[in-house]
């Protein structure tokens, strides 16, 4: 896999901000069309960006990160790998549950593409702590993004056993997001004592 390849399933994530209107409607009752529609509208973004997550840490290759952050990125990835073979094994249990209902409009396509390119561009040009707090930040957009989607998708499953599989999966991505927002915090405000000291 080329740096190219990897940077833009890495900076991907960012587009969460643009996706967020995508499962802002009522919630319909559980088991009717427009609940398995929007069901498998949040899956399919949610895989999408389970798939992407789980590359993450292969920048590992790339660029160097402190052993906290690579810790932290690496449960990421295996978290956001087992939870995208959940969903496909769901899907293939259950033929009704599409992967492939992501139906973006073409404005939001684009701009998300926009936003992948000009992140690609600073990361490519980042190192040292600069480097880990965007890598960190891209994680909270992400992080929050999939526990909400997961969230969103159990609701509008109508077998319980998927609901709180989901459900977990939303956990799982709300425990991540809490740490890497921790880790955050914690290093912007080292990089803002480091700073001090060198006035």
Same mark, same amino acid.
């Given at each position: 896999m080329n740096r190219k390849t990897i940077f833009l399933l890495s900076v991907v994530v960012l587009s969460a901000a643009c996706f967020f209107t995508g499962c802002q409607s009522p919630k319909p009752p559980p088991g009717s069309s427009a609940a398995q529609s929007m069901r498998n509208n949040c899956y399919s973004l949610l895989h999408q960006l389970l798939q992407d997550q789980q590359n993450v840490s292969m920048l590992r290759f790339i660029k160097r990160e402190h052993s906290d952050v690579r810790n932290l990125i690496n449960r990421i990835a295996t978290t956001s790998g087992a939870s995208s073979k959940l969903l496909e094994e769901f899907a293939r249990q259950d033929h009704s549950i599409d992967l492939k209902a992501i139906r973006l409009p073409p404005g939001e396509t684009a701009v998300r593409k926009a936003i992948a390119s000009t992140k690609e561009k600073e990361?490519?040009?980042?190192?040292?702590?600069?480097?880990?707090?965007?890598? !960190?930040?891209?994680?909270?957009? %992400?992080?929050?993004?999939?526990? =909400?989607?997961?969230?969103?998708?159990?609701? @509008?499953?109508?077998?319980?056993?998927?609901?709180? %599989?989901? %459900?977990? /999966?939303?956990?799982?991505?709300? =425990? !991540?997001?809490?740490? /890497?927002?921790?880790?955050?915090?914690?290093?912007?405000?080292?990089? /803002?004592? @480091?700073?001090?000291?060198?006035?």
């Open positions: 990361i490519l040009g980042q190192s040292g702590n600069e480097f880990e707090l965007t890598l !960190l930040l891209t994680q909270t957009e %992400a992080l929050s993004y999939a526990w =909400h989607l997961a969230k969103i998708a159990g609701q @509008n499953d109508s077998q319980p056993d998927r609901a709180r %599989a989901l %459900a977990g /999966v939303s956990k799982d991505m709300q =425990h !991540l997001y809490d740490d /890497v927002f921790a880790m955050l915090l914690a290093k912007s405000q080292s990089s /803002v004592t @480091n700073s001090s000291k060198t006035l």
